[in-house]
């Protein structure tokens, strides 16, 4: 695998009338020789999961810029991985392909436990220490599962698909959202519904802040808004041009920083900002550059992370790069 490290800055500030961007430098890293389908990075963005048709599954170090291992859920076979996932604490990882998972330790590259699903995987979070991991399904159910010693804790009922789902670290908020329009806050101790939102068209992306606190959702053709879970109060909605949500833009990334104060978000046309929720300001955007300049569009963000640098960021893209930022 070839790895490629370049100084370089893409500043389109006058995209969404967005602050504009200031020089400096930006690193990249190959992790796959064609498009990936899937991507994790962990929460301070030195390693990765990488889901690609072309090589199977594959764990990252980010920062060294080298391949660990190769994961794939048949031996001798590439799995087409669809959905991954990294623990807040970066020890254990989870990858789901058509109907099944697998949990990874990371340091030893040694799957811990297999299990087939009832239905196709639409989106994963997995919990602290690889104990939890949450799932919505395409049946419009989200399960809690236990990873340890197997089973399910908790059924979530949805209406519809459920695309995306979110944990706490303490797991005791859980959050989803499905296809129908809702985002639902559960109280994973009771299994109750604690808050509702509903949203005209689908939720795409849900996350949550570290503790909980806050969360974000984002809903096709409609808006991106971030709110409390608590008493499930609007924070802000983000500013984005109406034309362009109206024509499908939406986000296909997000997270919080560890203090909830920030919001990084990632696009489907390559777009990676940087908000400040108390301030409600937009402080800063990059574009992710395309594969080959003759690409009629750019590739998808699939996960963004801050690091413990509090200037820099990554950026995993559909292209097969994951991107260093900075400002």
């Given amino acids: 695998m070839r790895h490629v490290y370049f100084i370089s800055c893409f500043c389109f500030a006058a995209i969404m009338g967005l602050s504009a961007c200031s020089p400096g430098p930006s690193g990249e890293l190959e992790v796959a020789a064609r498009n990936v389908q899937s991507g994790a990075l962990g929460r301070t963005g030195d390693f990765a999961v990488v889901g690609s048709a072309y090589h199977g599954g594959s764990y990252w170090s980010v920062a060294e810029g080298e391949r660990l291992f190769d994961w794939n859920h048949t031996q001798g076979e590439t799995s087409l991985l669809l959905r991954t996932a990294l623990s807040p604490d970066g020890g254990w990882a989870v990858t789901v392909d058509e109907l099944s998972q697998v949990l990874w330790n990371t340091a030893s590259g040694e799957s811990a436990a297999y299990w087939r699903l009832p239905a196709e995987a639409l989106s994963v979070a997995l919990g602290r220490h690889g104990n939890v991991a949450l799932l919505g399904l395409a049946d419009g159910r989200a399960l809690v599962y236990d990873l340890r010693r197997g089973g399910i804790l908790r059924e979530f009922a949805h209406g519809s698909a459920v695309n995306s789902v979110a944990l706490s670290d303490d797991l005791g ?15 994973s101790n009771s299994g109750q519904t604690r808050h509702q939102r509903q949203y005209s068209e689908p939720v795409q992306q849900v996350a ?42 939406n986000i296909s990334a997000a997270r919080f920083s ?59 893209s559909g292209n097969g790069f994951i991107y260093t930022l900075s400002y």
């Fill in 208 to 249: 949550l802040s570290a503790d909980g606190t806050r969360a974000v959702a984002a809903a096709k053709y409609d808006r991106v808004e971030v709110f409390t879970t608590a008493d499930n109060q609007s924070l802000w909605q983000l500013p984005f041009n109406r034309e362009r949500v109206k024509r499908g833009l």
């Fill in 173 to 187: 908020v859980m959050l989803t959202g499905s296809e129908d329009g809702k985002v639902r806050v559960w109280d």
């Fill in 258 to 316: 560890r203090d909830g104060r920030y919001l990084l978000t990632g696009r489907p046309d390559g777009f990676v900002q940087l908000w400040d929720i108390d301030a409600q300001s937009d402080i800063y955007t990059w574009q992710l550059p395309k594969r080959k300049a003759w690409q009629p569009s750019a590739s998808p963000v699939l996960d963004i992370s801050f690091t413990t640098n509090p200037d820099l960021y990554r950026a995993m």
